[in-house]
């Protein structure tokens, strides 16, 4: 157990619908990133926050949109759904988003679009 | 921009076997360089990582040597076990974080 949460687990909806990701950091960790896993892309790194911050943007679709909240949890917004959205998405954090720090995974929310 | 390449999987191992897991790297300046492992249906771990030109990353009898002159970054087992049935990523940190992760390996080991 990585002390990361994700929720759901499991997603599932329709194309042109609207979805919330949530994820909890570990105790302590001020940074929180998210990562898409698919068959095609492979694991895709989209957006870092620290302290309630964006920090760094991957490729992250436009119809995607996160933020972190005060007490560090962090959700993800999928919106405009299509097909090609459906993957694994993955929650991480670390405790200062330096480049050494190890960052921790959640056990992702697996996302399919019909 | 940067990038990781690795080998391709999936690999199938007899127990006891030797392991490399391939691994090279594409990056200005001086990455981080990671190996991650996925067991099936849960997140990613960090297995091991290394820092500098060099250095070697150990853990639970893998390891792997960060070799700028190469850039690489190989995985090695001497004798892997079935319960090292997994994916593999390498990966490197180039900007504070922001993990760019290769197209990982299946690793199947058989008793």
């Known amino acids: 157990d990585s002390g990361v949460t994700q929720t759901p687990k499991h997603l599932i909806t329709a194309t042109g619908q609207r979805v919330t990701l949530r994820c909890s950091p570990r105790?302590?960790?001020?940074?929180v990133y998210w990562y898409q896993q698919s068959l095609d892309q492979g694991l895709q790194f989209l957006i870092q926050?620290?302290?309630?911050?964006?920090?760094a943007k991957g490729n992250i679709l436009e119809r995607f949109s996160a933020q972190q909240f005060p007490d560090l949890h962090s959700e993800l917004n999928l919106s405009s759904l299509e097909l090609g959205d459906s993957a694994l998405y993955f929650c991480a954090s670390s405790v200062e988003g330096l480049r050494n720090n190890e960052q921790f995974f959640g056990p992702g929310t697996r996302l399919t679009v019909l | 921009g940067d990038s990781v390449t690795q080998m391709e999987g999936p690999v199938t191992l007899s127990e006891e076997a030797f392991l490399t897991i391939n691994c090279t790297y594409t990056a200005t300046g001086y990455p981080s360089l990671f190996w991650y492992v996925q067991y099936p249906g849960e997140g990613l771990q960090l297995l091991l990582k290394?820092?500098?030109?060099?250095d070697k990353g150990s853990n639970k009898g893998f390891e792997a040597t960060y070799r700028k002159e190469t850039t690489s970054f190989h995985l090695e087992k001497g004798s892997v076990q079935v319960s090292d049935s997994a994916v593999y990523f390498c990966a490197l940190d180039n900007q504070g974080g922001k993990l760019i992760f290769g197209q990982g390996t299946e690793l199947s080991v058989k008793p």
């Open positions: 290394a820092t500098k030109a060099d």
């Open positions: 105790s302590g960790d001020l940074s």
């Open positions: 926050y620290y302290n309630g911050e964006e920090r």
